[in-house]
């Protein structure tokens, strides 16, 4: 291996429930209660090639072409077809879940991602984009100085009385990526302009997906949004989710002849931006626990603070404010009530969490367990 190019082991394992969705909802026809705490994923082919044998295929037929408004468990009661008799591509376990739901037609299982083999993984881009986040926060603190042009620009965006109708997915867009130019795109390669792609110093920090999983790793998890004063709202949201404890294994390559970083510049990042986080966000919310120096939000569902720079640019009075003025400005619904957001010391006044063994924990939430050599 080139000298220049140092590879090391990632150790992480998950603390909440980790979500990574691949897009997909699994439909209400497509999975079956076997119990109030566990649901099975059918096998449609294999399903199919049974009912054939029982000569209920034209039956599946009709039910399968919306010609049925219910679920599959029902489905197969009506046709007495027992649960023992079903090949199910996996198991989840989800009491935690169902339990608190009275109607179990009304739920949406969103699924998580995975490889060719029905393994689930976490890919090299979510990961990625996650340390990216971090280490831009932690620049954004340690160096305020470098930012302060785009700091002021994007003040003077946000806080004009300008209400004109904004696109929420390209609102700040061109103040983001001057940050990240400032950051990232320090490489002056020739016959190159400045800001070009080729410039980013982030081409040389590699990360690869994650080693395969098990599906005996997942487990389902209800969508809970709780308030500052520990106030919860449920909704009949499942999500597949990789289980609390379990570790996830990958590869980070960093090429040091363009990119500066190593273990202990990463992990230092880690615990600033974990500390602005704590400070800016979660202190607001009782009966949460604050991130630990090691640990990091990855994957879906972690809520707007894990995903943005606001806080680490701004710090906590002037980001609550600028936050809230985002969400005015790009016309969230006003029944998420951000107009409340100054009067609860905190912008989202909402954390995302769900309930995993009787407990309620923030999703995506992970620890760094080791960073080896390799």
Not at 1 to 9: E, F, G, W
Not at 218 to 237: A, S, T
């Amino acid at each position: 291996m080139n000298k220049y190019l140092k590879s090391y082991q990632v150790v992480i394992s998950a603390v909440g429930p980790l979500f990574v969705g691949n897009g997909r909802e699994i439909g209400k026809k497509e999975y079956v209660f076997i119990n109030r705490s566990q649901i099975g994923v059918t096998d449609i082919q294999n399903l199919y090639q049974m009912l054939q044998k029982r000569e209920k295929e034209a039956e599946f037929e009709d039910y399968m072409l919306n010609r049925g408004n219910f679920g599959l468990t029902d489905w197969l009661k009506r046709q007495n077809i027992r649960t023992e008799d079903i090949k199910f591509k996996y198991k989840l376990d989800c009491g935690d879940a169902l339990l608190e739901r009275g109607n179990n037609r009304e739920l949406h299982v969103l699924e998580f991602i995975k490889d060719a083999y029905g393994l689930p993984y976490i890919p090299g881009s979510s990961l990625k984009g996650m340390f990216r986040t971090i280490l831009l926060g932690a620049d954004l603190i340690k160096n305020p100085l470098k930012y302060q042009d785009q700091k002021k620009t994007m003040q003077q965006t946000v806080f004009t009385d300008d209400y004109t109708r904004v696109n929420r997915k390209y609102y700040l867009d061109k103040e983001i990526k001057s940050v990240e130019r400032t950051a990232y795109r320090t490489l002056h390669r020739p016959k190159t302009e400045e800001g070009n792609a080729l410039n980013d110093t982030m081409q040389g920090f590699i990360i690869s997906d994650s080693e395969p999983l098990s599906v005996n790793d997942l487990v389902l998890c209800q969508k809970i949004d709780r308030h500052p004063d520990g106030q919860e709202r449920k909704f009949p949201i499942l999500r597949e989710c990789i289980k609390p404890n379990t570790e996830i294994k990958f590869t980070m390559t960093i090429d040091t002849s363009i990119c500066k970083l190593n273990a202990k510049l990463l992990m230092e990042a880690v615990k600033l931006f974990a500390d602005s986080y704590n400070q800016s966000f979660i202190a607001a919310f009782s009966g949460m626990d604050v991130l630990k120096q090691n640990e990091v939000l990855c994957g879906g569902g972690c809520g707007f603070v894990s995903k943005t720079i606001v806080y680490p640019l701004y710090g906590k009075l002037t980001g609550i404010e600028f936050t809230q003025r985002v969400f005015d400005k790009t016309k969230v619904p006003r029944i998420h009530k951000h107009n409340m957001d100054k009067m609860f010391g905190v912008s989202p006044h909402i954390i995302k969490c769900t309930q995993y063994n009787g407990q309620i924990l923030q999703m995506g939430v992970c620890r760094i367990r080791r960073i080896s050599a390799i």
